[in-house]
């Protein structure tokens, strides 16, 4: 599998997309004229640039209003082909896209533009030259790669082929299916993109909205796989456009971009079984079984704040580190470890961000193939120096320097407890069993790159994004959870600093876990347990209650209940939800309290905004600026 990537989809310059594209790992780059026209070396020298970073140019693009005009209109656009010709030449390349006109004075007439594309195809064999037709979806006469074909093959030249376009037949919903029967070696180039299912003009959607296969909702998988089995072998490129990567990290962008293509190219192999094009083959998608610990780095008294509130939450010093300055806290399957070392992953996650979750575990089958997996995908592989004793528990760094550890059963991981810690008591007993979800808080242009690290590394989806009103701002939110509902994420992406969300991002310098959810059976019963240790909720004002009582029709009782225990409540079709909040500590770190009835589905959402204005006034009293 040859990857390549169009130099339009990520920021930059040219000489830094060439450098973040290379180090991403992808083989080749579809060259966009504006890209070197803005450079000032010379195409011969540019082209030289590019190998030297070990790529290829996979195509020159792009070519516009070639096909279908009448004299003396055509015999310009043959002239200016020429001329592309000689750069082509002069950069190294042999493949020019040319896309289906929009010129006003396009005849149109499959015969005319396949006569029009034999004539060039003469000219580029001269030279040695491809030329590759692609149907725009908004193309005038011809926005179908079904016509686009129909013109390639009545052009019966050896030297014209076909170039599909992910977008342009899914944005346009062409059954993909559509593209088996063409002959694979008269695809000369395949370009991808996903896009978000917006209603919209299509040139709009297409020159804006693009994103990386699996980012967005179109079944870019369905269109490879149609690709593949039709008997395709030329590269596989990124074609994106899109407002948010032109701004973005450039190799944060690069890194997505071959990771999505990876993702996809390993579905396609799966699903197609005469198709190979990732060899050695991955580790499927990995199911994770649940969240394992969560350990937060933490000092002095912000540690004894965060311990004293673990035991009003019911969960139970149950070990110490036989090595290191590190506690372990359990409560059901729950297990909150509290790392005060200097030194090592969590002393440094400390300096950078202060007291904070530094490393997360999953429960998985194989700890050994997330790994693998992992670093098929681009992920950097973790390990620091073992004390004695100490088990080797993979791990990887996620995005923005976060670690997930790994552990399994089948390899012994799972003893790394009674091994690496002094046990000192059993685990608390208040009720709260598991963790049910976790939220992590990014900054809204990372929220793509999250999902599809999610998306790509485990069995996970992910749901729309919805917007949380934050009584300064706008925070949206998307859920990544597992097939089974092991493993739920809520992704909370911050525009702005004045939300809760953005100035926890502020102060923790990057994405990180804002809060954990922990699951009980019975909420009322947990909070009296909790209630005698001396946990306060968070206050929620009986304004929430007397808007409840209208909206739900639920008994007296119940609300009462809830307004003395300050839990706030939700349902749907499934069934319905309660929860509760412990107050923010440290940075803002927040435990949520959840009961989860069967059926429901969701995290309480529209309560968020009644969540965060109470956790902004109890900021507020408490004298902190931001929350
Ligand atoms: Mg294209
Ligand atoms: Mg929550």
Redesign the pocket.
Request: proline letters at 0%.
């Given at each position: 599998m040859q990857t390549s990537i169009a130099t339009v989809s990520i920021s930059g310059t040219l000489r830094e997309k060439l450098m973040a594209i290379a180090t991403a790992g992808f083989d080749g780059i579809e060259i966009f004229e504006q890209d070197f026209i803005a450079d000032q070396a010379s195409p011969r020298a540019i082209g030289e640039m590019i190998r030297d970073h070990g790529l290829n140019i996979t195509l020159f693009q792009p070519f516009r209003d070639f096909e279908g005009l009448p004299e003396p209109y055509r015999a310009k656009a043959f002239d200016r082909a020429e001329r592309k010709f000689d750069v082509m030449q002069e950069l190294g390349t042999d493949l020019i896209l040319i896309c289906s006109s929009l010129h006003p004075k396009s005849l149109g007439g499959i015969d005319r533009a396949a006569d029009d594309f034999h004539a060039l195809g003469e000219r580029a064999a001269k030279r040695g030259l491809r030329v590759g037709y692609e149907a725009l979806c908004w193309g005038q006469h011809v926005n179908d790669h079904r016509d686009a074909w129909e013109v390639v093959r009545r052009a019966d030249h050896p030297n014209v082929g076909l170039i599909l376009d992910s977008f342009h037949t899914l944005a346009r919903k062409i059954d993909p299916q559509t593209i088996r029967s063409i002959p694979g070696d008269r695809i000369f180039f395949v370009q991808l993109a996903d896009a978000p299912l917006i209603e919209m003009d299509l040139l709009y959607w297409s020159r804006h909205f693009r994103n990386m296969p699996g980012e967005g909702d179109l079944d870019v998988t369905g269109f490879m796989r149609a690709v593949m089995a039709a008997g395709y072998t030329g590269p596989i490129s990124l074609e994106i456009f899109n407002d948010q990567f032109r701004g973005g990290n450039t190799l944060a962008l690069a890194r997505d971009g071959h990771r999505s293509l990876v993702a996809l190219m390993d579905d396609v192999q799966r699903h197609e079984p005469d198709v190979e094009t990732v060899a050695p083959p991955l580790p499927a998608r990995i199911k994770p079984k649940g969240v394992s610990f969560a350990e937060f780095t933490s000092r002095g008294g912000e540690a004894q704040a965060l311990e004293t509130q673990l035991a009003t939450l019911g969960f139970v010093r149950v070990g110490t580190h036989r090595n290191k300055q590190v506690a372990l806290w359990q409560q059901g399957d729950i297990r909150i470890v509290v790392n005060q070392e200097t030194v090592g992953h969590a002393g440094a996650v400390w300096n950078a961000r202060g007291t904070s979750v530094c490393d997360l575990g999953l429960q998985v089958e194989d700890a050994q193939a997330v790994v693998t997996r992992a670093e098929a995908l681009g992920a950097e592989p973790f390990a620091q120096p073992l004390g004695p004793g100490e088990l080797l528990i993979p791990a990887i760094r996620g995005l923005s320097g976060s670690l997930l550890h790994f552990i399994d059963a089948a390899s012994g991981l799972d003893q790394v407890w009674q091994r690496e810690f002094h046990t000192t008591a059993a685990p608390g007993e208040a009720g709260l069993t598991h963790v049910d979800?976790l939220?992590q808080t990014m900054s809204y242009e990372d929220m793509l790159s999250w999902t599809l690290f999610y998306t790509s590394l485990f069995d996970m989806q992910k749901s729309p994004i919805v917007d949380v009103i934050d009584p300064d701002g706008l925070v949206r939110s998307q859920v990544v959870q597992s097939s089974d509902g092991a493993l739920k994420v809520?992704l909370n992406g911050a525009d702005t600093h004045r939300t809760l969300a953005g100035s926890f991002l502020a102060d923790t310098f990057g994405a990180s876990v804002q809060?954990l959810?922990l699951a009980t059976d019975d909420i009322f019963a947990t909070l009296n347990v909790l209630g005698e240790r001396g946990f306060v909720p968070l206050k929620i004002p009986s304004n929430y209650y007397d808007d409840l009582a209208a909206r739900f029709d639920l008994p007296a009782g119940l609300l009462t209940r809830m307004k003395a225990s300050h839990v706030l409540y939700d349902q749907d079709e499934g069934g319905d939800f309660f929860?509760c909040y412990a107050p923010a500590i440290a940075n803002g770190f927040f435990f949520?309290l959840v009961q989860r009835n069967t059926g429901y589905i969701g995290?309480?959402g529209p309560n968020a905004p009644f969540r965060i204005a109470a956790q902004k006034r109890m900021g507020r009293a408490k004298g902190l600026p931001m929350i």
């Open positions: 979800h939220a809520t809060h959810a929860q949520e995290f309480g």
